[in-house]
């Protein structure tokens, strides 16, 4: 018997890897609550989210604190 898996590529959601570089601290409250709502507590900590358009939008509000690798 054989069986056939189609995958609906558009049904695959990318995810992208988000590490906290810079210190949150003294940043604009708008910013800490982009940090927050990516999941990002301390400095070096990693996080995946996926990729959709409000989570791009937090990510280029505070691009400037974070490293971001997409997979």
Same mark, same amino acid.
């Not at 558009?10 to 810079?22: G, I, P, R």
């Not at 601290?25 to 800490?32: D, M």
């Not at 990510?59 to 604190?65: D, E, M, Q």
């Given at each position: #018997?054989?069986? !056939?898996?189609e +995958?609906d #590529?558009? %049904? &695959?959601k990318?995810? @992208? *890897?988000v *590490?906290l570089? %810079? !210190?949150k601290? =003294?940043?604009t409250? =708008?910013? @800490?609550?982009?940090v927050h709502?990516?999941g990002l507590r /301390?400095?070096?900590q990693? &996080? #995946? &989210?996926?990729?959709?358009?409000? $989570? /791009? =939008? #937090?990510i $280029? %509000? &505070?691009?400037y604190l974070?490293? +971001?690798e997409? !997979?």
């Amino acid at each position: #018997m054989k069986f !056939s898996v189609e +995958i609906d #590529m558009a %049904k &695959v959601k990318k995810t @992208l *890897t988000v *590490t906290l570089l %810079k !210190s949150k601290h =003294g940043r604009t409250p =708008g910013h @800490l609550e982009c940090v927050h709502g990516l999941g990002l507590r /301390r400095r070096h900590q990693s &996080v #995946m &989210v996926q990729d959709t358009p409000e $989570n /791009r =939008g #937090m990510i $280029n %509000k &505070v691009s400037y604190l974070l490293r +971001i690798e997409e !997979s």
